[in-house]
Every structure is written in structure tokens, then in C-alpha cells.
């Protein structure tokens, strides 16, 4: 069955969970910048609201390590772990200023 964007989105607005063919096709669409901002942050927030599934973890899991690439030549210090740049609010800002969530456990900046 062929996907698509509509479809999903209204799925996930009625609540409902997405299948294991959705959930995949949204996320590669997703990853491999096919989706708008609204269309990504619409999935992102919708499956929030309603709760991801396992499934649907597993699905943008896949889909991320898909796309996935390895990194080398990195400045001394970065392949020491996370442990260590927890402590390291510019670390955090670099991430978060490149478009990716930063989890942190207390302040914006992990202080």
C-alpha cells in the first residue's frame, strides 16, 4: 500500500497509532528531508500528544541509524563519552543550535 503524508497525519491527529508501513515511511520521509518543517513537526508533536508506541520507536530508530554516518578526525576529547560533555554546556548548545534535541537533566543548559 502506498503512503502517504495525509493519511498519516490525520491518523496520528484522531490519536490513533500509526502501523509498522507508516510509521517507516514517515520517518525515512522525515530523515531524508522530504517533509516540510509543519509536516515534521506536526508527526513529532501529534505522536507526542498521543504517545509513542514501541513500534513507532523502533521505526524512526531505523530510520535514523538508516541515514546514520560514521564520523572521524573529531578533536580530541569528543569520543570519550557522554558522561563528559554532560558537563559541558557549549557541547549541549552546538547539538541543540545543529537541530537536535538535547536532553538535559535539570536546566536549559544542564547546570
Known amino acids: 500500500m502506498a503512503e ?5 497525519l490525520d491518523t496520528v491527529a484522531k490519536g ?5 508501513d ?3 515511511f514517515a520517518f525515512r520521509e522525515m530523515f531524508e528531508g522530504e517533509l516540510t518543517p509543519a509536516q515534521s513537526g506536526a ?3 501529534g505522536l507526542r500528544a498521543k504517545g509513542e ?3 513507532e520507536l523502533a521505526a524512526a530508530a531505523r530510520a535514523g541509524l538508516a541515514r546514520a554516518r560514521q564520523v572521524s578526525n573529531l578533536p580530541a576529547g569528543y569520543h570519550r ?4 560533555h554532560r558537563r559541558r554546556p557549549h557541547a549541549q548548545l552546538q547539538l541543540f543550535h545543529s ?3 538535547v536532553p ?3 536546566g536549559p543548559y544542564g547546570d
Open 104 to 106: 538535559c537533566r535539570s
Open 16 to 20: 490513533e497509532d500509526l502501523n509498522i
Open 53 to 55: 508506541t514501541p513500534m
Open 99 to 101: 537541530g537536535f534535541v
Open 43 to 45: 508527526l513529532l508533536m
Open 4 to 8: 502517504n503524508m495525509r493519511d498519516i
Open 81 to 84: 563519552g557522554y558522561r563528559r
Open 22 to 24: 507508516q510509521a517507516a
